[in-house]
């Protein structure tokens, strides 16, 4: 049965150590095959056959919130624009609950630095202090409550995350400090200093970061929103001979609709009526408008520039090429790549780690450390329990994720995993495909040879006799040689026992008379000379053209030669993958002639011609085998074991359905410049999120120890806790304002 992908909105995720708890919970229900937590946009998606109802109450006993987010693209889009605007009420909320929390904090910091008192030593402080701690509390009541209340829920289901980290360290801080305030007798003189700035400030930093980190975010996601935006609300059809615009959701399979000039195209479908230009440069990258005119495709999302056309829905709802698309790029922006398992195994234990460290500090400093010891402790376990927050460690790799992919979808570049995007920075040798991949993937027959009188009847009845034979094959070079005998107005007569003999050719019955058509390996095998025309063969293969010999009932009779051209960039793009030190191969079904006449024009470092598609997946094994790292390149159709078995498979075309499944990445834009554009964006990815981890590691790494207070001895100075929270925030903010560095990326220049 095939697998379901069901994808969850989260509510309660608040740090790296929470998508391990998820991930876990919801792995443990039966029927999934794969579940994955994406921090940065808090969703699940999860594979396999389990039951919703079972998924959601997996991650509720977790002790985190979930619903169920439809596939509907329609109402996604819905989904969508409510989120935005849930994400500026949060950014506004969380700036007004910042403020309200330095209008208390940080002018309690300035009294500090200015006067240097904090302690409370008479009846008249008490009472100050005493204001300021029920002022203090107002902050963390009003604007940190949902950091205790997130720790709350966390305790009751036996979890830790950042908020317990927060509301710990805060709380302790405010705790200690009352009892300053209301029993001060009972304290050393030395321990009398009470920490409510601290608490304040964190608080209020700690918000900024997150609604500084929310905007940053709200921008990484732009890509989705764009190709949601290219989505049209409503279409018109034509029902029982009216017309009438009816939400787009709401358009069913053979509807007839309408779209008039300068509207958008709602859903899939193929022109019965009119003619008009369409500008597809949306999903194709292609600058120029394509004609469309009746049995043409047309596709949701593109725009009708001047003419007027009636359509037949074919493709709706979530069915067609966009919501493809769109779904595809919101999957990727949730994979995992490998570098992430690290960070996430880490961050499922880090928490319960910091808490103990900070224990652990804070004993040692109360038993060993200087008077006064018991704030000294207070100090540094805030300081750790603060600074230690793994939000960083959890937002390096999703936000690069989302940034990569989505800048990906806007080249043209549709990855189906994450993992994909990382495997694409290391590749060593991509293996192209020379049909439709290198060439254009539009043969024409340039070439009609007759073993008899070279006339232009003789010409034309090899041709008859080849298209008929060919009529009944779905090959591209079939196409040309029909479409050639249509063109000159042949004849197209039945063919009976029609057999394709895979990387050899084709046989059948015409005008009951044996015809075979093919290479030299199909002759031979059926032992027939083609000695008279051979040196003919080798002198059009050598043009880059493929021979075919035509024989009828055992004797050879001619020769057909169909060119298929290769694309204007194909060489430049070629020459950007050298550049990138990445080494290009060819394998062809093509005979070895023409392939060699291809790859010296382009550029090949080496070619394999005559292979059939197990042929392909073999060598690229025999390659991997050697250690080199493959990107497969093909149709995604004939080519299908290859880009299965290699590292990364690119499919090249107009992503279709069948190559969009059967790739790892999907080139929308007919060109060889996607692949060094893939490339070199995935390589700038994983470049970006090293810098993520890499940042994230070293600041949890020494900021710990430094607030447990392993400088002291040399400086005589702790780390304040305020310090932390700001360092804290501002680390995240770090990590979100990288990522976002890669919405500006650029692939070299093309040449063409």
């Known amino acids: 049965m095939k697998s379901l992908q069901i994808q969850l909105a ?24 794969e579940a994955s937590v994406n921090f940065a946009d808090k969703t699940a998606m999860v594979e396999g056959r389990a039951d919703p109802s079972s998924l959601i109450s997996a991650v509720k006993a977790a002790g985190f919130e979930a619903e169920m987010m439809p596939c509907d693209s329609e109402r996604q889009c819905s989904i969508q624009a409510n989120q935005e605007q849930e994400d500026k009420k949060q950014y506004r909320h969380l700036l007004k609950h910042t403020a309200i929390a330095l209008s208390l904090g940080f002018p309690l910091m300035i009294w500090g630095v200015v006067t240097g008192e904090m302690s409370v030593n008479t009846p008249s402080q008490q009472l100050a202090w005493g204001v300021v701690g029920l002022a203090t509390l107002f902050i963390l009541v009003f604007s940190g409550r949902h950091y205790f209340t997130g720790m709350w829920k966390s305790l009751k289901h036996g979890n ?44 209020g930093l700690i918000n900024l970061g997150h ?44 509807d007839i609709v309408r779209v008039r000039p300068g509207e958008k195209i709602a859903v899939d479908g193929i022109v019965v009526e009119g003619s008009s230009l369409v500008d597809e440069s949306m999903l194709t990258g292609e600058p120029l408008a394509v004609k469309k005119t009746p049995d043409d495709d047309v596709s949701a999302g593109t725009l009708n520039k001047n003419g ?34 690290m960070a996430d195994q880490i961050s499922s234990i880090f928490v319960p780690v910091v808490m103990v460290i900070a224990l652990l500090s804070a004993t040692l400093w109360f038993l060993f450390g200087p008077a006064p010891a018991l704030a000294h402790a207070l100090v540094v376990a805030t300081t750790v329990l603060i600074i230690a927050c793994p939000c960083a460690l959890g937002l390096a790799t999703p936000m690069s994720v989302m940034a990569g992919v989505g800048k990906a979808a806007e080249l043209g570049m549709l990855i ?15 293996v192209l495909d020379k049909t439709g991949t290198i060439t254009e993937g539009v043969p024409k027959v340039t070439d009609r040879i007759s073993t008899t009188a070279d006339t232009e009847e003789e010409r ?67 032992h027939i000379d083609v000695t008279p025309l051979a040196s003919i063969s080798a002198s059009l293969a050598n043009q880059g053209k493929t021979p075919m010999y035509l024989a009828v009932d055992q004797q050879l009779t001619g020769l057909i030669a169909v060119a298929d051209p290769i694309r204007k960039d194909s060489k430049a793009a070629i020459d950007r993958l050298h550049k990138l030190g990445i080494r290009v191969m060819m394998l062809t079904g093509d005979n070895r002639l023409t392939a060699a006449a291809v790859a010296q024009q ?17 060598y690229i094994r025999q390659l991997q085998e050697k250690g080199h790292k493959i990107g497969m390149t093909g149709d995604g159709i004939n080519d ?19 190559a969009i499944e059967s790739a790892d990445i999907t080139l929308i834009r007919a060109s060889l410049h996607g692949l060094a554009d893939a490339v070199e964006l995935s390589r700038a990815t994983l470049k970006n999120i090293k810098q993520n981890l890499f940042g994230a590691f070293v600041y949890n790494s020494l900021g710990i120890p430094i607030a447990a207070g392993v400088l002291y001895p040399l400086t005589g100075m702790l780390l304040n806790p305020v310090v932390a929270g700001a360092a804290m925030a501002l680390s995240s903010v770090t990590v979100v304002s990288n990522a976002n560095r890669l919405r500006r990326f650029r692939p070299t220049a093309r040449e063409i």
């Open 10 to 33: 989260l509510s309660g995720v608040n740090c790296a150590g929470c998508v391990g708890k998820i991930e876990k919970a919801l792995k443990a229900v039966t029927g999934v095959n």
């Open 160 to 203: 830790t995350n950042m908020d317990t980290l927060i509301a710990t360290g805060t709380g302790i801080a405010w705790l200690y400090s009352m009892v300053v305030v209301l029993f001060p007798q009972l304290l050393p003189f030395a321990a009398r200093h009470v920490y409510f700035e601290a608490s304040a400030m964190i608080i």
């Open 211 to 254: 609604a500084l980190e929310l905007r940053a975010k709200g921008k990484t996601s732009q890509a989705i929103q764009r190709l949601l935006g290219l989505q049209s609300k409503t279409a018109r059809v034509v029902r029982s001979g009216q017309e009438m615009d009816i939400p787009t959701h709401q358009v069913l399979k053979g």
């Open 308 to 341: 007027s056309l009636l359509f037949r829905a074919e493709k709706v709802g979530s069915e067609t090429a966009l919501a493809h698309i769109i779904a595809l790029v919101k999957k990727a922006q949730g994979s995992k790549m490998p570098i992430a398992r």
């Open 416 to 430: 189906r995993k994450g993992d994909s995007l990382q495997q694409a920075s290391q590749l060593t040798t991509i």
């Open 460 to 526: 034309n009845q090899i041709l008859q006799i080849a298209a008929s034979l060919e009529s009944a094959s779905e090959h591209p070079l079939a196409d040309a040689i029909v479409g050639s005998a249509k063109q000159q107005s042949l004849l197209i007569s039945p063919v009976s026992d029609f057999h394709a003999v895979t990387g050899q050719g084709v046989t059948g019955r015409v005008n009951e008379k044996s015809v075979m058509l093919g290479n030299d390996k199909l002759m031979a095998a059926n």
């Open 602 to 618: 382009v550029g090949i470092d080496d070619f394999r011609a005559e292979t059939l598609p197990e042929d392909k997946e073999s």
């Open 640 to 658: 299908a074991p290859a880009l299965a078995r290699a590292d990364v498979g690119f499919a090249i075309g107009t992503g279709t359905d069948v």
